[in-house]
């Protein structure tokens, strides 16, 4: 689904206005910004040049025209010809009201907006509009540009059309809208936010647990889960056959034992918040927030990207927003003879390494044939000092070829020949094989030793020169295929004849 809407205004720059932005942007949207503060821009764009790079790394699909970005002074002349205006100024309910009454001053008749309130009601931000209807609760988390989610909220004077429209334009931005039932302060996410948070206060208010303790007990644990499958479904998984009902009647009564701290919050001091401060200063003062952004950002691609080939949770919203804007859409053996080819790798075909043929894609023959150049690297003792020193092999030519199609499940393996090597260049090829012995593909490559400070040629380090001249009396005595060397037949266009 693309985006039915061309221009859109967003209005304060902040954290979650500049998520906004880049969202829009990246989605192909015009967008209009207002914020007073004078460093807004700048702001937006440093945070909209870490959403470039994410988003390259995201998405596999050809680059969408990106929007154009304006700066505008003013709130009405922001949200003049916008067909959506998404708010994003602080939580304070007066200014909230300030800026509304000046968005329906500007907007056109029929622009929709939403805000991004995490825990106002929509009807207490509609109370003195002209116009309530057009307004709806968007709330997302952070970073806008890469989490999926937004809660979308109406109260009692919006309509199912309304909602259905902002959840249109949402989704078409790659989001996952969730259509709250019925306003509730805080409305859902951050409910179950604030729970944990609560108890988090407590733990470190009674020096049972530090900030990062706590971060750890998430993010190595149950976080996860959660990620892929949220807090009913795992429970569901931990009921076992029997199901959540089991579940329930095995962990039921703990409901009622004193466990949580949950009806009573300690009471936020200076002592309290300057504990958690230096806490948290302690577990990641080392890196600035655009480091700890590019690292968050780094770590939610890399999970989206692993549930995207599952298409399970926020990875089936992402692998169907890039089908609808793409539609074509080993552990070396300890007992290796020298005078025989190498076994030194072996894998399974994973079942994302389909293509639409049904067979094994082009780019993950390459994939296991890199792997296999280390592990033969490795066996000949390229370790990491040894890269760290500052020496490594660069790959100057490449020949590959399919001889057999390979199926999902199937167990291949790889074993490789030194075909020829000198002070600075080894020669090798690499045969894949299934458990049969059927070859499905040949591999040969030429490897260049090299400076990495100086990117350029030199000779090996006794280490691999060493153990280089140890393999060479017996793989010489192989007999190289008659295929190594060959180049690529070529058909003739005159007389379609194999040249």
């Not at 500049?18 to 910004?33: I, K, M, P, Q």
């Not at 990062?212 to 998984?237: H, P």
Request: aromatic letters at 6%; glycine letters at 8%; charged letters at 25%.
């Amino acid at each position: 689904m693309t985006c039915p809407i061309d221009q859109a205004a967003v209005i304060g720059g902040g954290v979650i206005g500049g998520g906004w932005v880049a969202r829009f942007l990246l989605s192909g949207v015009n967008v209009a910004l207002h914020d007073p503060n004078s460093d807004a821009r700048r702001t937006v764009e440093a945070m909209l040049d870490n959403a470039r790079r994410a988003h390259q790394r995201l998405v596999d699909t050809p680059p969408v025209t990106e929007g154009v970005l304006t700066f505008h002074d003013s709130v009405e002349e922001a949200v003049a010809g916008a067909s959506y205006i998404q708010e994003n100024v602080p939580e304070r309910l007066e200014i909230k009201h300030d800026v509304i009454a000046k968005i329906e001053a500007g907007a056109a008749a029929d622009a929709l907006i939403g805000s991004s309130t995490s825990g106002f009601k929509p009807s207490e931000l509609q109370a003195k509009m002209q116009h309530p209807e057009r307004l709806v609760v968007a709330h997302p988390f952070n970073p806008v540009y890469l989490v999926p989610l937004v809660e979308v909220v109406g109260s009692d004077v919006n309509t199912a059309a309304t909602t259905e429209r902002v959840s249109q334009i949402l989704a078409g931005l790659s989001m996952h809208p969730l259509v709250v039932r019925r306003e509730i302060e805080a409305h859902i996410a951050d409910r179950l936010l604030e729970a944990v948070w609560r108890e988090g206060l407590w733990l470190i208010h009674d020096d049972i647990a530090t900030t990062q303790e706590i971060d750890d007990a998430i993010r190595y644990g149950f976080g996860l889960r959660w990620a892929q499958m949220g807090l009913f479904e795992t429970y569901r998984i931990a009921g076992g056959e029997a199901g959540m009902k089991h579940f329930i009647e095995q962990f039921g009564p703990a409901l009622a034992w004193p466990w949580t701290k949950l009806m009573d919050v300690p009471e936020m001091t200076d002592e309290l918040a300057q504990k958690i401060a230096d806490q948290s200063d302690a577990q990641s003062g080392q890196y600035s927030i655009r480091e700890l952004e590019r690292i968050r950002d780094d770590n939610l691609v890399g999970i989206l990207q692993a549930l995207k080939s599952r298409r399970w949770g926020a990875g089936e919203t992402l692998a169907r927003w890039e089908e609808e804007h793409c539609p074509s859409q080993g552990n070396p053996s300890d007992d290796i003879d020298p005078a025989q080819p190498l076994a030194l790798y072996q894998t399974r075909v994973k079942d994302d390494w389909i293509d639409y043929n049904g067979h094994m894609t082009e780019h993950r023959y390459l994939q296991v044939f890199g792997d296999s150049t280390d592990a033969f690297l490795a066996y000949i003792g390229m370790d990491k000092a040894y890269l760290e020193s500052g020496h490594s092999v660069y790959t100057v030519e490449s020949h590959l070829r399919h001889t057999a199609e390979v199926g999902v499940g199937a167990v291949i393996f790889v074993t490789t020949r030194v075909l020829g090597c000198d002070a600075k260049r080894v020669r090798i090829l690499h045969e894949m094989t299934d458990e049969d012995g059927q070859v499905l593909a040949t591999a040969e490559h030429m490897l260049l030793h090299v400076n990495t400070n100086t990117s350029r040629a030199c000779p090996f380090l006794p280490q691999l020169a060493e153990r280089l001249a140890a393999l060479a009396p017996g793989q010489s005595n192989l007999e190289a295929p008659a295929y190594a060397g060959a180049g690529i037949r070529m058909i003739g266009w005159a007389n379609k004849e194999v040249v």
